[in-house]
């Protein structure tokens, strides 16, 4: 069965670092997300991607962040200046187009990244 | 604006007892309704979905039906087992634009004792 793949699965960096959170996409999904899960809260939209540019993105999607699909299979997530509270479990997740279909997206397992 | 508001947990039951977890929500379109599930240390998993009003979407033993008249989408399971510890997203998905996002409840967490 396809499946979303994303690494590393766990990830330490220094505070101030830059950090890449890479992802797999099922290969025929055309939209793409990132979304992020602070430990014990709620799942947090960050940003959607489609046909090369953002769709829409959320308030903490700031200037520090940035994605990008740079070969047409990956989808990144860059972080350029980590702080302590970008600690967070990040899912990439896609979705196949589905028309006016209300389609779900797919998760990949995540990445825990963790900002010392 | 469109939100989910789940039961909070956590919910604690025995092996074999009946499991309800309330999900309520409020849509500005016509939303399909969804229900993953994150087992510990694991990622998020589609559990079920309901596209339409009426709609019962089943898995795993686990049930919820698309009650457009109360916004509901509680999710149920007759008789739970200890393997069914996790925590469950109760979500939904409006279409805005083909790349709109799925937006999540807060989660509840579910233990089972043995």
């Known amino acids: 069965e396809p499946e979303v793949t994303q690494t590393p699965s766990h990830q330490v960096t220094q505070m101030g670092q830059e950090v890449i959170l890479r992802c797999v996409p099922i290969s025929n999904h055309l939209y793409f997300y990132w979304y992020r899960q602070i430990l014990g809260q709620k799942v947090e939209f960050l940003v959607s991607f489609y046909n090369n540019e953002i769709s829409e993105k959320s308030e903490i999607f700031d200037d520090q962040f940035s994605v990008e699909r740079p070969d047409g299979s990956n989808f990144t997530l860059k972080i350029r200046s980590t702080k302590l509270e970008d600690s967070a479990m990040y899912f990439c997740a896609s979705r196949d187009e589905g028309g006016f279909m209300n389609t779900e997206a797919f998760f990949g397992q995540g990445t825990r990244l963790t900002v010392v | 604006g469109n939100s989910v508001t789940q039961m909070e947990g956590p919910v604690t039951l025995s092996e074999e007892a009946f499991l309800t977890i309330n999900c309520t929500y409020t849509?500005?379109?016509?939303?399909?309704l969804f229900w993953y599930v994150q087992y510990p240390g694991e990622g998020l998993q589609l559990l079920l979905k309901a596209t339409k009003a009426d709609d019962k979407g089943s898995n795993k033993g686990f049930e919820a039906t698309y009650r457009k008249e109360t916004t509901s989408f509680h999710l149920e399971k007759g008789s739970v087992q200890v393997s069914d510890s996790a925590v469950y997203f109760c979500?939904?998905?409006?279409?805005?634009?083909?790349?709109?996002?799925?937006?999540f409840g807060s989660g509840t967490r579910l233990s089972i004792r043995p």
């Open positions: 979500a939904l998905r409006i279409f805005y634009s083909s790349a709109s996002k799925i937006i």
């Open positions: 849509a500005t379109g016509y939303p399909s």
